[in-house]
Structures are given as structure tokens and as C-alpha cells.
């Protein structure tokens, strides 16, 4: 999609579509007005809006969607009238999932070019910058769709052009700077929702780290790829026992972005299970299509870190994927057998379908080995965290609550909601193992803890923040910026973080 900033009158846009906006009145029955920008409008509309208003057809609640005919009074075809609720109410996140909504009304209308108004420039403390991003953003995920594999579809209808109207001409270089950041954010949750999207039989590991290694190419990063010859060398038992069971050969996809020297360093890790059948512990054949998203937290980790490079932040940036298939066979992971993590630490597994935490803790270990200091990883870890949190949060588990809370900061500048969750040292004895230094599974009870728990055995003292994106990475329905299917969850959070370090630097 083409994406314009023009300095100027909102009415003499020409196109199809044309978004503004009205806010609800704060109280009692005085009813919103049309403001700035919406007002020009409704006066080209020979007072229109203001009926409706007066009507009560129009009422400006957050949500609200008016689509009317110009019937030629305007160079536009069709007007859209967002609610935007109370002015003190709107956030960023209100406004990427307003925009969303309204791009698709339009584009169900048939529009092809859309003209749209800074929503909310001003009101609630944020600056034309802020909403212009997110204006942006919201578009383009609220417009995403996986049609690789449909033919002949409706998907005739596409929205070709953005053209983002702002009145102030001062304020046009923030804006044109926003929209350049909102759609590096958004393309970011895009490669991300792709990579998901994508069946197993396809994404396989080899194909991953191929994407992986294209997508870096085209933003400079640097890719390496590790094959199995090279993984027995650094003794990564814990990656090579969950590929055991499969025929396509594990990868150790490393992306690195930003020149050597000090300051901080950010290691990203994500889980890369291209599919999880469970392995010898099967699991149950209801679902199971859905283990082709297993590798949710590793898409993440390749866009964000692209994305980074992209925005040109002067920070380090090591990603580190651990992808492999999880799958049984006769050579497959047992329950009972020990492994070797690359650490050295020894691991009994109870149970091979907690082959997750297996790969992170290899991945966890390669990435203090490059010296990152600061981890994040994002992984679609556990079943017991949809359990905990539903679809709405991720799970956070941390072994430092400063840094704990600059990950939950990046969340919130995302609009990705995240909650922070225990981690006494209580939790350690579940995972105590009789025979190895510890087992892969603590039973039932606290599920998400004890993976979590699990991995800080190999974070050492590096300040670490665990994200279990199982119940977030993908969406039942169609939501604001969210579409059926994958999320692209943790892209533009890591990449907020990332900002944010930089930006502190
Ligand atoms: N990939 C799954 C977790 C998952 C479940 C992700 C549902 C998305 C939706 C993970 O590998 C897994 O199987 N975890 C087990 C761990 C258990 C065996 C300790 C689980 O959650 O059941
Ligand atoms: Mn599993
Ligand atoms: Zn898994």
C-alpha cells in the first residue's frame, strides 16, 4: 500500500473513502460538535453531520462507525465517521484499532483510495506524531490478510493508497517521520503474522532460517545459520534431541544488527517449533493444526530485529532462533532420557512435549555466549499460561524487575498487553529432578511458572524477561488491528524496547 502525507484541506481530497471523526460530548445531553478537520467537512456536507448529531443517528462513541454518500458535494465518494469515546479516554491503542476498523469498512465499501485524518492529534496528550503512527499501523494490520494460498477469491478488493491529511503544515515533518516509523512497526507484526501463517509442510526449519536470512539481507542485518554439525560442536543437547525425532535438521538462526563496542546489547530469543506434535507424548488430534504457530516468538524475534536495523537505532541487537520440528518416530526424544544442554546442565525429560523449554535453554546459553546484555524471549511455552491469562495477556516472568518493567513499558507503547507473573523460588522445587540436575515438566500446578522456572537456569545473572505469548500469538476473530489468525505479537513491543534503549543510551 502507497502511503501519502499532504499538507492541507481535508475537504478537497479525492478518492474514495474519507475518514473523520467526532468525539463524544463529555457529559449531560449536550451533544459532540464537529471539531477542526470533521467540521470543514460537515460544512462542505451542507451541515449533514451536524443533523445526524442532532439526530442522534451520530453520537461519537468509541466504536462507532457512520458511512455516508457525499453525493457529490465533496471530492471524496464516501465519508466515514469514527467515534472516538471521551477525549480523555483516547490512547494510542484506540486509535490503531479505530483506524483498523474504518479501513476495512472502506474497503468492503470498495474503496481503493482512502484519505484519513490524524485521529485525535492533541487530545489525551498525544501529539500528531504518536496518533499519525498509529494511525498507520492500525491500517495496515487491520488490512492484513493470508492469501497466499486462496485463488480467486474477493480479495479483488485492496486498498491501494493511504493519504494521511494534516491541517498544521508545521506539524507535517512529525508526521511524515511517524508514518515512516508506524509502517516499519506494522510491515514488522506483518512479516511476523506471515511467518505464523504459514503451514508446517512448508515452514520447515531450513525454510525458516531461509526467510529469515532474505529478510535480513534486505534490511542489512547480519544472518548465520547453524546446522546440526555445528550444534553437536557447541554440544546444543537440548536442540539436537528435540529434532531427533525428525527428518528435517534443526537450525540455530542468528541475526545480528549494530556495530561492536559498549553500551547495551539486546539479545532476543524465540521460539522456533515449526510444528509441535508433542513428539513420543502425542498430543491430542483436536487442535493440533494450530502447533504450526509453535514458532510465533522466533518470527517475532527475526521481523523486530530487522525492524530495528530498518529504524537505523543505535543500539546492539543479537536474535537468537532455535527452530526444529517436534515429532515422533523411532529415533525420537523419550520420556526418561537425559540430555545435555549446552551449558552442561543435565535435564531429565518427563514429558517430550515440553520441547520448548529444551530449545530456549540452548538458545538462552548462545546468547549470553555473544555477550547481550539484556534478554528477552517471547515463546508460545504453555498451554498453562492461556489457562492463566486467556487470550488477552502474555505472560511475563522475570529474574529482574527493572528491566521487568521496561519490557511491560514496550507493551504498553505497542498496545501488546502483558502481565507480570510470580516467581518465588518455591516454584524451583517442582522441578527437581531425582536423577539430573532438573526435569523438564513440574506437573500441572503453575504450569507457566515452573517453565519459566525452567529457563532461568540458563539465564544466569543477565536481567531476563520470559514472554508466554501461547494464548496471544494468534486471534479466533477479526478485532481492531487484529485479524483471524496470527497476531505478529511481540514484533513492535520488542522493537518499543529496543527504542526505548536506544533512546536512553
Ligand atoms: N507449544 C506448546 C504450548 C501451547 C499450547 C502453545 C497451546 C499454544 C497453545 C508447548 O510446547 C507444550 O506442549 N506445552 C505443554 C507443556 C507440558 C507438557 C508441561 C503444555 O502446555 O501442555
Ligand atoms: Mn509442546
Ligand atoms: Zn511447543
Redo the contacts with the bound molecule.
Sequence with gaps: MEIRVVAGDITTFAGDGLVVNLFEAARGPAKGTPQGATAAVDAALGGALDRLIRAGEITGKWGEQTLIHALGRLRAERVLVLGLGKPEELTADRVRAAAAEAARTLRKSGARRIGTLVHGAGAAGLSAGQSAQAVVEGTLLGLYRFTRYKTNDDHAKVVERLTVVERDARRLGAVREAVWRGRILAEAAIAARDLVNEPGNTLTPTELARRARAMARAARVRCEVLGPPALRRLGAGGLLCVARGSQEPPRLIVLTYGGRGGGPHLGLVGKG?TF?S?GI?I?PAENME??K??MAGAAAAIAATCAIARLRLPIRVTAVVPATE?LPSGTALKPGDILRAMSGKSIEVI?T????RLILADALTYARRRQVTHLVDAA???????VALGTVNSGAFANNQTWLETVLAAGRAAGEKIWPMPMDAEYDELIKSDIAEIK???G?KG?AV??AKFLQHFVGETPWVHLDI??T?DSDKEKGYLTKGATGVMARTFVALAMDMAAKK
Design positions: 517449533v509441535d508433542g507424548s498430543k494450530a502447533m504457530g509453535d517436534n514429558n512435549d515440553a520441547e520448548g508460545t511455552l504453555t498451554g498453562a499460561c492461556v523438564n515438566t513440574g500441572r504450569g515452573t517453565a501461547a494464548g500469538s
